[in-house]
């Protein structure tokens, strides 16, 4: 299906394209930079629920070590 157009349909579709490039260009930016945020904020999402995990863990420690020495001076 190769079609021949004329010279001036073939400067207007290049003139098109150089027009629609920087466009896509900029939606291609875009998506990359979008795809940086979500990727950082699933890792800080991940650390945060890690130290939050962490924070509990000693927490709990802290207060089953408490107890410890509270009824061992009994």
């Known amino acids: 299906m190769t079609e021949k157009y004329s010279l001036s349909r073939q400067k207007a579709e290049i ?3 150089a027009i629609q490039a920087p466009f896509f260009a900029k939606d291609e930016a875009v998506q990359e930079l979008e795809s940086i945020t979500q ?3 699933a890792k800080t999402l991940r650390l945060r629920e890690a130290r939050l995990a962490k924070e509990l863990k000693d927490r709990a420690s802290a207060t089953s070590a408490l ?8």
């Open 67 to 74: 107890l410890a020495k509270r009824t061992g001076a009994r």
């Open 15 to 17: 003139a098109f394209s």
């Open 39 to 41: 990727s950082r904020e």
